[in-house]
């Protein structure tokens, strides 16, 4: 993005301009999994916050995560960048090592 004088929503509106229903389908299997585990799930990706959005609710998964952290969260710089995940929110989850 830098190399060619992209604001990053130019590319990620392209590289996300995708047909999700040709390749995804609800998975209850997976949903199934994620409701037995006990602890606070939370999303960070790559993606931007919206994809994120988007992808959870074609896999049926939507209501099973407090909170997702996407692209611009981390002011575009992505994992696996240090900047990508602030410092500040080990705290939230515990410490790096012992997270899933």
């Given at each position: 993005?830098?190399?060619h004088g992209l604001h990053p929503w130019e590319y990620v509106a392209y590289v996300y301009d995708v047909d999700l229903?040709?390749?995804l389908r609800?998975?209850?299997a997976l949903a199934a999994v994620l409701d037995r585990l006990?602890?606070?799930k939370?999303?960070?990706s790559n993606s931007p916050g919206w994809q994120i959005a988007?992808?959870?609710s074609f896999l049926g998964l939507e209501t099973r995560f407090e909170r997702l952290f996407g692209l611009e969260f981390g002011d575009y710089l992505g994992k696996p960048h240090p900047g990508g995940l602030p410092?500040?929110?080990w705290p939230l989850w515990g410490l790096p090592?012992?997270?899933v």
């Open positions: 993005m830098e190399n229903a040709r390749f609800p998975d209850p006990p602890w606070p939370v999303v960070f988007r992808v959870l410092s500040g929110l090592g012992k997270t």
